[in-house]
């Protein structure tokens, strides 16, 4: 039995620069990921969007590894976000469970390919993270709106919200990737059924279109929002502009008076 355990630390990960300051020989490498084994049957994979996942490693060795990959962060997350997942090699079927997979077949490919579906996992439950903070944010403005008919928040404040959230529909986009199955599948009859198996196990589909769906309501609730805020500022020119006409007159009546 192996325990997979996946860790979202960062918002990214700097591959190349660990490749160059990690001594171990890996596996598998790409622009994306990188994948280590040793002779200790420990098994280390680190992807480009800030998550790393061990097999084989004790807590000790994972929180030394972790403050390792400290400077090849970007944007270190205050709580890394955890997984984990079982590996039982002692059978002779393949079966997919709820936090378990049992496999007839035991090589550095398919560790990778789990490996690989749990870091998708824990990065999808970050992504769900992120949306949910900027959803329960929404909501309160538009709690406001329907209470008091009006939100408060400056255009400052709204257009700062517009970035944080355009922010992340970015981020999303830029690791879009991370749902694709990798090249391996398509030529590995094996390696395709692990990898089919444990998306349907994760929900990995079910779970990005959630996100995407809050991020159309957040994007939809901000077209509002900028609706508002754009009527309050032509309102507020409108009030300027009768201000300025009404000193006018009255320094035209102020004129007339004064010389009569």
Not at 125 to 142: G, N, Q, V
Not at 147 to 160: A, D, F, P, V
Not at 171 to 200: Q, V
């Given at each position: ?17 660990f ?12 622009s ?41 962060c970007?944007?270190?997350l ?26 007839s077949?035991s090589?550095?490919n ?18 769900s ?15 406001q709106l ?29 690791n879009?990737?991370?749902l ?28 990005f279109?959630e ?7 957040i994007?939809?609730?901000?077209d509002l929002?900028k609706d ?10 409108e009030?300027v502009i009768i ?6 007159v ?5 004129e ?5």
């Amino acid at each position: 039995m192996k325990k997979v355990i996946a860790f979202q630390v960062a918002e990214s990960i700097d591959i190349k620069r660990f490749r160059k300051e990690f001594t171990d020989i890996e596996n598998h490498m790409s622009s994306s990921d990188i994948f280590y084994t040793n002779e200790n049957d420990q098994y280390l994979y680190l992807l480009a969007y800030g998550v790393v996942v061990f097999v084989g490693y004790d807590e000790l060795k994972m929180s030394d590894m972790i403050d390792y990959l400290k400077p090849l962060c970007k944007n270190l997350l205050a709580e890394k976000m955890r997984e984990e997942f079982i590996i039982n090699t002692t059978t002779n079927k393949d079966d997919f469970e709820y936090n378990e997979i049992h496999i007839s077949k035991s090589n550095p490919n398919v560790i990778r390919i789990i490996m690989l579906n749990v870091a998708q996992s824990v990065a999808l439950d970050y992504f769900s993270k992120l949306a949910e903070d900027l959803m329960i944010e929404t909501t309160i403005y538009t709690q406001q709106l329907e209470k008091y008919g009006k939100i408060n928040i400056s255009i400052k404040r709204l257009q700062m919200f517009i970035g944080k959230v355009l922010n992340v529909k970015n981020r999303i986009a830029d690791n879009f990737y991370i749902l694709d199955s990798p090249e391996e599948t398509w030529e590995d009859e094996y390696l395709s059924k692990i990898d089919f198996g444990l998306r349907k196990t994760f929900d990995v589909k079910i779970r990005f279109r959630e996100i995407d769906y809050q991020l159309h309501i957040i994007r939809d609730n901000l077209d509002l929002f900028k609706d508002l805020a754009q009527h309050r500022k032509s309102n507020m020119l409108e009030w300027v502009i009768i201000l300025l006409i009404l000193v006018e007159v009255v320094n035209l009546f102020l004129e007339k008076f004064l010389f009569l």
